[in-house]
């Protein structure tokens, strides 16, 4: 008799994910000593990492939990448009967390009506993870992290993961034939732009340009970290593609439902001139890690790309924003006109 365990994981590799591995919640315990690692290594990061602290206490909300249900699925098979490409990251242009109209997004409610309809009771969070999504995909045999962070299965780094809380008691553990990351290997740490992944499986999460282009990053004209985030708008991508145990995975060869219409405003020049109501409707949903009150955070991120790579025929831009409706928009492209001689 086939086992609810080796139902669910033969619906998820049936519905296209990659890996499916069950785990007992006491496998989980180790996550609490690594967030304390991480902060002791970097002390200032403790405010980041309190948020945190919900995922280590996640049995005081879900006390009936038993098992973990740990997935994972490639997003290296789609396109991404030119325009956007090394601008935004690839993770934040693909997420399916929310997105309703992508086939990943559709296959998660699939999987678990499907365990439901097996009288298993569930629980996740789809946007930020139910547990530590990493450390949970390691214990289920899903794949490795590597000396960037970022989680690895035989497609790359390239993967979300997902996590159902169940009511059941159930294991089933996957098994992966990764070779580790290559002796000697630093390509990732000499790459990040600001230096915040400053040691093998180390990072200062404020200092990293995903976090300061969404939720940090909020007064880059007196931050000196500001020059170093290059032509990077929302999120970055240079530690996964510089690194040896991504080569080739990248495939790219199939359309993400709406993204290249939605690509083209995501340039610097409609981002700069976007009306609010346009980035409430189309952007910040997609885009969620800033809030809908936020496009001016958008809009400094595009200025301070102006800056850094900044042109001629940036000028007009630039003036424009110095009339901005949002003050800090104002305040930087005035900064910007000075430095350049636009004034």
């Given at each position: 008799m086939v086992s609810i365990a080796h139902k669910i994981k033969q619906k998820a590799l049936e519905l296209g994910y990659e890996k499916c591995g069950?785990?007992?919640v006491e496998k989980l315990g180790g996550y609490k000593e690594k967030l304390e690692e991480r902060i002791?290594?970097?002390p200032e990061s403790g405010g980041f990492y309190q948020g945190?602290?919900?995922l280590v206490k996640f049995q005081e909300e879900f006390p009936w939990a038993k098992s973990v249900v740990v997935l994972a699925v490639p997003y290296?098979?789609?396109h991404i448009p030119k325009v956007v490409r090394g601008h935004i990251?690839?993770?934040?242009l693909l997420d399916?967390?929310?997105?309703?109209?992508?086939?990943e997004y559709q296959n998660s409610t699939a999987l678990e009506k499907y365990m439901n309809e097996l009288g298993v009771k569930?629980?996740?969070n789809r946007k930020f993870g139910v547990v530590g999504l990493r450390w949970a995909a390691m214990q289920a045999g899903l794949g490795l992290v590597r000396r960037n962070n970022f989680f690895y299965t035989e497609?790359?780094?390239y993967v979300n993961i997902e996590a159902f809380l169940t009511d059941r008691d159930m294991e089933l553990i996957d098994t992966t034939e990764l070779p580790p990351c290559p002796q000697n290997c630093d390509r990732c740490i000499k790459a990040c732009p600001t230096a915040s992944l400053c040691e093998a499986y180390t990072m200062n999460p404020l200092k990293c340009v995903s976090f300061l282009t969404t939720f940090g990053g909020r007064d880059l004209t007196k931050d000196p970290l500001a020059a170093k985030l290059g032509d990077w708008i929302y999120g970055c991508d240079v530690c996964q593609d510089v690194c040896p145990m991504n080569h080739q995975k990248w495939i790219g060869n199939e359309e993400f439902p709406g993204l290249a219409e939605l690509s083209d405003t995501l340039t610097v020049e409609h981002i700069l001139r976007m009306d609010e109501q346009y980035y409430k409707e189309r952007i910040q949903p997609k885009f969620f890690y800033l809030a809908p009150d936020e496009l001016w955070k958008w809009q400094i991120n595009a200025l301070n790309y102006i800056d850094n790579v900044y042109e001629d025929k940036y000028r007009t831009l630039v003036l424009e924003a110095c009339s901005s409706a949002y003050p800090k928009v104002r305040d930087m492209a005035n900064t910007i006109s000075q430095k350049h001689g636009l004034l």
């Open positions: 069950i785990i007992s002791q290594k970097i945190q602290q919900r290296c098979g789609y990251a690839k993770k934040y399916t967390r929310i997105d309703e109209n992508t086939k569930t629980a996740t497609s790359g780094s």
